[in-house]
């Protein structure tokens, strides 16, 4: 299956079979000459097989780097570039999940003023959702999402049966994005989480019509805007769950985006399949249970417009959506009770 999406006067073709990574020859330019930033936990000889298709590849392994050592990271990389004699004449190929492939649009955005790159996704996160229109942000110390690019990237190359070797946790909630997409515009892709279960089978068809949905929302602009965007449907608390740092066990973005939807939605016509959907994917509303009042306070007033309110996008039945704007109060009263 293949998906064209165009946006900032860039275009990137999508390419989703089992398979793919084995035959990188016929999707992309391999005579280019290519840099791969590969995540180190990748299978080695998985990372030798892609690196020997193409004619002149160097490989730099990304370690498992904290949002405080990204500029870290971003100089070591830099440094390794350079040295090797890498120019924007070349291009990237970003292989490994969410975190690499934000880290390396960023990086292929500004290197000597940007250069073509590929993405390899290796979770089902990026596989339905791609990250595509979203900012590639770098952390600066305490300072989150304090600079950042929009870079598209030429080419997303999808693999699924890298999937299989993920945890049921990563997997399942990966589909997050999916789900969400089933909700706005394509009630069959809806109807597969109603199923008593998805199998690998449907994954491709599952990221094929996700990414279509994402498509019309990348295309008519609403994702570059600095308001919030019905695909963020969700927000304000998936910005939230997003946000705060749970110490012991962290959220995956998939939780919080699951986890959001059924704050927003609990009232709503579809919230008793959307609750069996994500008890099935394994988050509960209860995640937030574990974050305290006196910091979704906080992050609500931030989030405040000129009225005093909070834009959010809201949805009574799968395929129909509306813009409202809310209290903090009438957010706080959403919350599981019960919290710290």
């Not at 890498?86 to 969410?98: A, K, N, P």
Request: proline content about 4%.
């Amino acid at each position: 299956m293949e998906l064209t999406i165009s946006s900032n006067n860039q275009t990137c073709t999508i390419h989703i079979l089992s398979g793919n990574i084995y035959r990188l020859f016929a999707l992309c330019d391999v005579t280019k000459r290519t840099f791969i930033l590969a995540d180190n936990h990748l299978d080695p000889s998985i990372i030798e097989m892609v690196k020997k298709q193409f004619k002149n590849a160097s490989v730099f392994l990304a370690e498992n780097e904290t949002k405080k050592s990204m500029i870290r990271l971003l100089q070591n990389v830099i440094g390794k570039m350079a040295n090797l004699n890498f120019t924007c004449r070349d291009q990237l190929l970003v292989f490994g999940g969410q975190r690499i492939i934000h880290f390396g649009a960023f990086l292929a955005s500004i290197y000597q003023g940007g250069m073509d790159f590929i993405t390899i996704p290796t979770s089902t996160l990026g596989m339905t959702d791609c990250y595509l229109g979203e900012k590639n942000d770098v952390d600066i110390g305490d300072f989150a999402q304090v600079i950042g690019t929009y870079k598209t990237p030429k080419m997303v190359i999808m693999d699924p049966d890298l999937c299989k070797t993920l945890s049921p946790r990563y997997y399942k909630t990966g589909l997050a994005p999916a789900l969400r997409a089933g909700i706005f515009q394509d009630v069959q892709l809806y109807d597969m989480f109603l199923m008593d279960r998805i199998t690998p089978e449907d994954l491709p068809i599952i990221c094929y019509r996700s990414l279509f949905v994402k498509k019309n929302f990348i295309e008519s602009g609403e994702l570059f805007r600095k308001e919030p965007c019905a695909w963020e449907i969700g927000y304000p608390f998936n910005e939230i769950g997003e946000s705060y740092v749970f110490e012991r066990n962290p959220l995956l973005k998939g939780e919080t985006i699951l986890s959001a939807l059924l704050l927003l939605l609990q009232k709503k016509f579809l919230y008793k399949d959307l609750l069996k959907v994500s008890k099935k994917l394994g988050v509960t509303m209860d995640l937030y249970k574990r974050v305290p009042d006196y910091y979704v306070k906080n992050c609500l007033n931030r989030m405040l417009n000129q009225e005093q309110k909070i834009d959010y996008f809201d949805i009574d039945v799968v395929g129909t959506f509306e813009k409202k704007k809310g209290t903090i109060q009438e957010f706080m009263d959403l919350l599981p009770k019960g919290k710290q």
